[in-house]
């Protein structure tokens, strides 16, 4: 008796097993039946019945069954469906992000993906999400990750976020530590964007490279809303003076971030500003560091320490991209000065590019001021004039705007004064002060 109930339990327990076999195998079986028919229709671009079927596969499948690519291909079919949905019918275009939303949750719990967790925090923010915790969570870990390797819209839309849903909604006792910590983060973000932008140039891809520039001019507006002005900036970055980076690299990078930030906002003027110039001087004595130097003299009406300054930073800087910014930025400050030769001679050290319509009016405008004192006659004072509208002419050729061609001719001589001195017209002049001819006109 005792036997035939052990032989009649292993039998039992034997018919249980091959009987959980099947319906292990079954399920295995419908599961990659329905898979394969979800599968099929979305090859075909039939959304509806992809839906249809990947949905059955979700509800028949073991967890152990399903792989991250199952979520990719569910978020395409609903991102598909919300797309062609009847735009009166919310009810429905509810239902379907309600399955999306789902379907980067579900994936969420089975890989780290940050540009997944990118793509998520972005199409919350689209929707006007009111869960800021998670969108807080989200952007937390993948923008500092993906940095310069992500896309630039996540960038704009995490800024987004750093404004409308954290300082915007912030308590007033917690604006000002957001403020510094959104300060911080564009500092960070615009070097994600530069290093962006080099690699698209790299691959002369000029569509991504604006696309690139238009998210900073974004960032750069909405950044505009939490530095509303000078006062703010020179707050926040009188705080962080004295908790700079050790690292000496590090910190000079930081120093010409906050400078250049201050620049934006016109903070030359500031004691702070200051603080900033001298300890980048010390830090490195460049050429941009001078200029920096430059800024903050001018801005305190110091113009023999200004021009100090940028002589160094043109002598430091060579033959290098910002010359032609450092000689126009001198040129300039020589004709506020009163020193018209010297900021003619300047400007015409100039070379061709963004900087040489401006330069090329500084020399217009130098030959202009000092025309009443340059000739032995009436006649050869006013035909500096013409000297002076030749250059307007270069300049408006090289770029310049907003200027008339006929500039200056009002003081030049006219026809009677051509006739009386003898001269017939389209003759040449020679300017004894500058050294240069013109036409007589």
């Not at 000079?252 to 200051?274: P, T």
């Amino acid at each position: 008796m005792k036997l035939k109930g052990i032989i009649g339990a292993f039998i039992l327990t034997m018919f249980l097993g091959t009987n959980l076999k099947a319906q292990d195998t079954t399920a295995v079986s419908e599961c990659s039946k329905q898979k394969s028919l979800y599968f099929t229709y979305l090859k075909q671009n039939q959304y509806a019945d992809a839906a249809f079927f990947w949905k059955k596969a979700l509800t028949v499948c073991d967890s152990a069954l399903i792989d991250p690519k199952f979520y990719v291909n569910g978020r395409v079919i609903y991102t598909k469906l919300i797309a062609a949905a009847d735009t009166n019918n919310q009810v429905r275009i509810n239902e379907l992000n309600d399955t999306l939303i789902m379907i980067y949750e579900r994936r969420m719990l089975i890989v780290n993906d940050p540009v997944w967790t990118a793509d998520y925090a972005s199409k919350l923010m689209t929707d006007g999400s009111t869960d800021y915790v998670k969108l807080d969570k989200l952007f937390s870990e993948c923008i500092h990750v993906l940095k310069e390797n992500g896309k630039h819209s996540y960038i704009k839309q995490y800024f987004k976020h750093l404004i409308i849903n954290k300082f915007n909604r912030a308590p007033a006792d917690k604006k000002e530590e957001i403020r510094t910590m959104i300060v911080e983060e564009y500092i960070v973000l615009c070097g994600y964007l530069d290093a962006m932008v080099e690699k698209a140039k790299a691959a002369n891809d000029e569509t991504e490279t604006k696309r690139i520039e238009g998210t900073q001019t974004f960032i750069d507006q909405y950044f505009l809303k939490v530095a509303t002005d000078c006062a703010v900036l020179v707050g926040v970055f009188d705080k962080k003076l004295n908790n700079l980076p050790t690292d000496s690299a590090a910190k000079m990078k930081q120093i010409k971030n906050y400078l250049a930030l201050m620049d934006l906002k016109e903070c030359q003027s500031s004691e702070v500003y200051g603080k900033y110039v001298d300890s980048l001087i010390i830090l490195d004595p460049s050429a941009d560091a001078y200029y920096f130097g430059y800024n903050y003299a001018i801005g305190n009406s110091n113009t023999s320490k200004a021009l100090k300054y940028l002589d160094k930073a043109i002598e430091l800087e060579g033959d290098g991209p910002n010359k032609d910014k450092y000689l126009y930025a001198l040129a300039s400050s020589q004709y506020k000065a009163g020193s018209y030769k010297a900021a003619f001679n300047t400007a015409q050290r100039i070379g061709s590019g963004e900087y040489k319509g401006e330069a090329l009016m500084i020399c217009a405008n130098a030959i202009a001021a000092t025309a009443n004192g340059c000739g032995a006659s009436t006649y050869e004072r006013k035909a500096n004039y013409w000297l002076a509208n030749d250059y307007v002419r270069k300049a408006i050729a090289a770029g310049k705007k907003d200027v008339s061609s006929d500039k200056f001719l009002s003081s030049a001589p006219t026809s009677t004064d051509i006739f009386n001195e003898g001269v017939s017209m389209g003759s040449s002049h020679y300017c004894t002060c500058w050294g240069e001819s013109t036409t007589v006109r």
